[in-house]
């Protein structure tokens, strides 16, 4: 079945610190990637995305995620975490074939120490 | 500013009671989604709809029913057979591939509570 795990479930940073959210898929084929963050109560707001090409993709607020196909993974890095990155992230995936359905992972959530 | 408008922001419902949960979108765009969210379970799809008056069951329908009968608006219905209601509820959109490779929006989102 196709998946998408996400293995930490809490990551505590601190300020200025550097940032890897790990995001693993197990997919017959190369899926579509993305990385969304949720601040609470909120809805969820794209970070990136990769369709194909470059393997290292940049996305909005100082965030990049990298493809490794040999890995099965889409990590997201950031170099400089701010106060403000305080929330909880979700990566996800999707195939073509499939209705543009998105499978989450089950998120992780990142706390920020001053 | 285009975007998804969920409404209302919080929702009680009483045992037995159906309710319905609003999703409007003024992006233009012709897919539809719903998901619920429960803390450390991610997203999970309950139903979708790839074009107005037709709609596919998703992940975990069961308890719940949905219409689209405009392009805008994907009302969400959480019937009483649901037996665990609480969660929070997202509504997305997108526009159906072409090269497959547009990503949804999501609105902010309907927080549903049992009284």
């Known amino acids: 079945a196709q998946s998408v795990t996400q293995p930490d479930i809490h990551i505590t940073v601190s300020e200025g610190a550097s940032l890897e959210l790990r995001c693993n898929y197990s997919?017959?084929?190369?899926?579509?990637l993305f990385w969304y963050v949720q601040s609470p109560g909120q809805g969820l707001q794209l970070l990136l995305k990769?369709?194909?090409?470059?393997?290292l993709v940049q996305g909005i607020k100082g965030f990049e995620a990298e493809f490794k196909r040999s890995q099965s993974s889409f990590n997201l890095r950031k170099p400089s975490v701010h106060w403000s990155d305080a929330a909880e992230y979700f990566c996800?995936?999707?195939?073509?074939?499939?209705?543009?359905?998105?499978?989450f992972g089950g998120g992780t959530r990142v706390l920020v120490k001053p | 500013d285009g975007g998804i408008t969920q409404s209302p922001k919080y929702l009680f419902r009483k045992e037995g009671q159906n309710v319905t949960l609003s999703c409007e979108q003024n992006?233009?765009?012709?897919?539809m989604y719903w998901y619920r969210q429960d803390p450390g379970q991610g997203l999970r799809l309950i139903y979708y709809?790839?074009?107005?008056?037709?709609?596919q069951k998703g992940d975990i329908a069961e308890g719940y029913s949905v219409s689209r009968e405009k392009k805008e608006s994907f009302p969400l219905t959480v019937t009483s057979a649901q037996k665990n209601p609480t969660a929070f509820y997202l509504c997305?959109?997108?526009?159906?591939?072409?090269?497959?490779?547009?990503?949804?929006?999501f609105g902010d989102g309907t927080r549903l509570s049992i009284l």
């Open positions: 997919y017959g084929a190369t899926p579509y």
């Open positions: 709809s790839q074009i107005v008056n037709d709609f």
């Open positions: 996800a995936a999707m195939i073509k074939a499939a209705g543009n359905k998105l499978t």
């Open positions: 997305a959109s997108s526009t159906p591939h072409r090269e497959g490779n547009q990503p949804q929006h």
């Open positions: 990769y369709f194909s090409g470059d393997t």
């Open positions: 992006l233009n765009h012709d897919a």
